[in-house]
């Protein structure tokens, strides 16, 4: 089904490139059924291939393929998968290699700064979408199982807020390594990111604002 999808969004996208056609994301989970640390040597060797195929599709029509956000114990996992794309020989050349990045995660800042080190040493730039994150309660319900110390995410809606700000600052400020899009449906996020985007420093299609289809 994400082949199939590719193909689509790619025919549909004909004549345009990854910054002006639509673009597709995946769920690394859903390509694999062990997508976990215990199972790491199996997500090198069987899940890799199936994303650099992918990849490679995605860079034949010319479209953007971002690798989704999941759980925060998956987040190490997928930058190394992401490395791994980014000093592929067949996808040389690329700017449609994408991330994303989840505001509400303590981590997320740092995340930023690796990103931004990661395409200046891989000559890439990246399309980095940036989300405030989807798996809260989990993320708490598990944390307090697991007897944690303290959360991996933000416990106050106004601190991830003002990391998703602060992590949008610093991807406006590397455009020759990064392709921010910003996701979000908060109207005063929008705002103070079009603001921090200075139309005398940033061109347009520099960015983007992404939402969810209908909202």
């Known amino acids: 089904p994400t082949r199939r999808s590719s193909d689509l969004i790619g025919k549909a996208s004909a004549g345009k490139d990854v910054y002006n056609g639509p673009g597709i994301s995946i769920k690394l989970s859903?390509?694999?059924?062990?997508?976990?640390?215990?199972?790491?040597?199996?997500?090198?060797?069987?899940?890799?291939?199936?994303?650099?195929?992918?990849?490679?599709?995605?860079?034949?029509?010319?479209?953007?393929?971002?690798?989704?956000?999941?759980?925060?114990e998956r987040l190490e996992i997928s930058l190394e998968l992401l490395e791994r794309l980014c000093f592929e020989p067949a996808l040389a050349d690329w700017k449609g290699i994408g991330f994303v990045i989840q505001a509400y995660q303590k981590r997320c800042f740092y995340v930023v700064d690796y990103v931004?080190?990661?395409?200046?040493?891989?000559?890439k730039r990246l399309m980095i979408r940036l989300v405030k994150g989807a798996y809260w309660d989990s993320e708490i319900k598990k944390a307090q199982i697991d007897g944690m110390t303290d959360y991996p995410v933000f416990t106050r809606k106004v601190h991830t807020d003002l990391s998703y700000i602060a992590c949008a600052k610093k991807l406006l400020d590397a455009p020759e390594l990064i392709?921010?899009?910003?996701?979000t449906h908060?109207?005063?996020t929008l705002a103070t990111i079009y603001h921090l985007a200075d139309p005398a420093k940033y061109y347009a299609g520099?960015?983007?604002?992404?939402?969810?289809?209908?909202?």
């Open 30 to 72: 859903a390509l694999h059924p062990r997508y976990q640390r215990a199972q790491i040597d199996r997500v090198h060797d069987e899940l890799y291939g199936k994303v650099l195929q992918l990849a490679v599709l995605a860079k034949n029509y010319n479209i953007g393929l971002n690798i989704d956000a999941e759980e925060s």
């Open 116 to 123: 931004v080190d990661l395409a200046k040493r891989s000559n």
């Open 179 to 183: 392709y921010p899009q910003f996701a």
């Open 186 to 188: 908060n109207a005063q």
């Open 206 to 215: 520099q960015y983007e604002f992404q939402c969810l289809h209908g909202m």
